[in-house]
């Protein structure tokens, strides 16, 4: 089992015929996520890697029945398309896409509001369900089918964990990016909630890291309606005060986004912490038992 | 990006907010000119892209042009949380009755904008939340909505402000909206924003950021960014492409992703410290690496630089020989350490070793920065 993703569901490309939508589409291919087509306006009739190109997300759907889509469309154009795409009925969308003006998430957010459909990033390295598909730009040989859900604001970071975790056999039932600005379209605790009620997954692994509030939000969430154990890693404990460190939603602000915040919020809710990411092996190994 | 509070203060005067008329002077003598012209008292206010300046002696008020000479040369000579003062605010001294706090942010886990009045103005609004949670008023705000003037006015009344003082506010507050908005703004504050003994008000201070993704769409404005980056180094990182964040540290850290890179430094921390963040993002080249070993190799009293490269979309074999050819054109006696994994992983272990680079092939970064460690130990 698994979440959002699976080697059935109808994957679309937005950006398909751009520099890393090419390259991507061969690499998520070659893994076996089931593309049935891609978008790029005005390119109607193109194909990639043997994948037929469409002009809209409209006609993507009406004629492949996608229904999920991963973005590599530049970050000016993400607003728009991610409208196009909820008004076509795609109920999954991952957005790769880093440097979209957090003004535009704002405004994705809102128009998501009420309708069904899950939204992924922005800057997310994509979610992938070892052994069946993945949809962004993860290496796909860095993660192995399991019963651990993970969680990730940083993509290296999650390769990072994950080919930890393979070293001593255990694998992912999913991975996902949930991205690193400072407002993601799906929240640290909607994504535990998921991973909560799939019968696939035994324990999930949140990777955090400084900046913003999700941690301790899904702290709450934990401590009052997990019922599977959690074990976390938050990097950054030396980070300095007010420096981007990288990602866009990466900032100490004053107290707010310390990891240290984070880990006290985090532990009081009966999560155990890593000090180190190598750390997080053993102790998911004493927690599977 | 950062506003200094002369350029925030015109953006907010151009959306109706009421911003008292200032000069900037760049030295002691043009402070005394710009306080002659305006007529004393007056406020010198630094003019730094950070918080504090009251506490750190950067706003002080003067009787007279004299007075404001002598303040502005002491001013301008300090610095104030490490940024040095280049320019003061001459502003005429505001005699005040009541002061606010008004500001609109971006509520992260709710993805939405929220605005905030606190009826306790001039002083930090976090220290207002924590000890005065009564005075501080706030709502989220639907962003397709909007923040319509009788939404502000609710808000000016639940915290208590009638007449024409809750009208004059929501005002206020709705141009605010308006700004932060325009501006693609992670947050437009005025702190404080006073009642004067006249009757006025006045906007007396102005804080915003703009959002660096959409810079793209705010080229009109013309705000040079140069001047606002800290350091040399890191200036050097912005012009190649990369996140350079300069630190105190002598373990030099390259990483091709934020978040490890993160990692590293908590790895590296356990003994050493590190002396600086770079996160490569998803262009590594050949050249790019190379400029990178360059950037990273400046700082002074480096230890050993540690490279942390994972090759899933990145193609690391080109940077590689960006690390390489650097090393053969600038020898260097400080020991460059490379962990590798991913696509063609063997190719570039090899490549990198023959420049003399101790390349890793760790699963693990922790075994990495053990044996990194050791080498530490025996250059001691």
């Known amino acids: ?289 | 990006m950062k506003l200094y509070e002369f350029e925030a203060g015109n953006f907010f005067r151009q959306e109706g907010i009421p911003v008292p008329d200032f000069v900037i002077a760049d030295s002691p003598q043009a402070t005394r000119e710009a306080a002659e012209k305006i007529g004393a008292p007056v406020v010198i206010k630094a003019q730094v892209l950070t918080g504090g300046r009251g506490l750190a002696g950067g706003v002080q008020a003067a009787d007279s042009p004299e007075q404001a000479e002598e303040i502005a040369r002491q001013i301008l000579k300090s610095s104030i949380r490490g940024f040095p003062v280049k320019r003061v605010m001459v502003v005429n001294k505001a005699e005040v009755a009541r002061e606010f706090y008004l500001g609109v942010t971006i509520d992260g886990l709710a993805g939405c904008p929220v605005v905030i009045l606190s009826t306790a103005g001039g002083v930090s609004i976090e220290e207002t939340a924590k000890n005065h949670p009564e005075m501080v008023f706030s709502r989220q705000v639907s962003i397709s909505a909007g923040l319509s003037l009788s939404d502000a006015e609710e808000i000016t009344q639940q915290a208590g402000l009638t007449g024409e003082e809750s009208t004059r506010i929501a005002g206020i507050f709705h141009s605010l909206y308006q700004v932060f908005r325009k501006y693609d703004a992670p947050i437009a504050e005025i702190n404080p924003l006073v009642r004067t003994a006249k009757g006025e008000y006045l906007a007396l201070d102005a804080k915003m950021e703009i959002d660096d993704s959409s810079l793209f769409r705010h080229s009109d404005l013309q705000i040079p960014s140069e001047d606002r980056i800290a350091t040399p180094l890191e200036k050097k990182g912005r012009q190649i492409g990369v996140t350079y964040v300069e630190l105190d540290g002598e373990v030099g850290i390259v990483s091709s992703g934020a978040g490890l890179g993160m990692a590293i430094m908590d790895i590296i921390g356990r003994r050493y410290r590190p002396a600086n963040f770079l996160e490569t993002g998803g262009g590594i080249s050949e050249e790019l690496l190379y400029q990178v070993m360059e950037l990273v190799l400046q700082k002074k009293g480096l230890k050993a630089v540690f490279l942390n490269l994972l090759a899933g979309i990145n193609p690391i074999h080109e940077g590689a020989k960006g690390i390489v050819r650097f090393l053969q054109e600038h020898p260097t006696d400080v020991p460059i350490v490379a962990r590798v994994r991913g696509n063609r992983q063997e190719e570039i272990w090899q490549m990198l070793r023959e420049a003399g680079v101790e390349a890793f092939t760790d699963a693990a970064t922790e075994e990495s920065v053990e044996r990194l460690f050791r080498i530490l130990e025996r250059t001691k």
């Not at chain 1, 979610?127 to 040989?141: D, E």
């Not at chain 1, 991975?175 to 535990?192: K, N």
Request: net charge negative.
């Open chain 1, 1 to 289: 089992m698994s979440i959002l993703l699976n080697r059935e569901t109808k994957v679309l490309v937005q950006g398909i015929t751009g520099r890393v939508g090419r390259a991507q589409a061969k690499w998520m291919l070659e893994y076996g996520t089931n593309i049935v087509c891609g978008v790029t306006p005005g390119k109607k009739g193109e194909e990639v890697e043997g994948v037929p190109v469409y002009d809209t997300v409209a006609q993507a759907v009406a004629e492949c029945g996608a229904e999920a889509s991963v973005f590599f469309v530049p970050p000016a154009a993400v607003k728009d398309a991610a409208r196009e795409t909820i008004d076509a009925g795609v109920s999954l969308i991952v957005v790769v896409t880093e440097h979209v003006p957090v003004h535009d998430a704002m405004e994705i957010k809102d128009y998501a509001r009420g309708r069904t459909v899950r939204l992924l990033g922005p800057t997310s390295p994509g979610i992938i369900t070892p052994g069946q598909a993945k949809m962004g730009i993860m290496p796909g040989n860095m993660f192995h089918p399991g019963r651990i859900g993970v969680i990730s604001r940083s993509g290296t970071l999650a390769y990072e964990v994950c080919s930890d975790l393979a070293a001593v056999g255990l694998g992912q039932s999913t991975a996902v990016g949930m991205g690193a600005d400072p407002v993601p379209f799906t929240s640290l605790s909607e994504l535990l909630a998921l991973f909560d009620a799939d019968p696939g997954t035994d324990l999930v692994i949140i990777v955090g890291e400084v900046g913003g509030t999700q941690e301790e939000h899904a702290a709450d969430f934990i401590a009052s309606q997990m019922t599977k154990p959690v074990v976390a890693y938050i990097a950054g404990h030396s980070v300095p005060e007010g420096k981007r460190m990288g990602h866009a939603g990466a900032i100490v602000q004053g107290d707010m986004g310390t990891t240290k915040s984070k880990i006290s919020a985090l532990q009081k809710a009966g999560v155990v912490v890593a000090d180190y990411p190598l750390d997080v092996v053993q102790l998911v190994k004493d927690r599977l038992g």
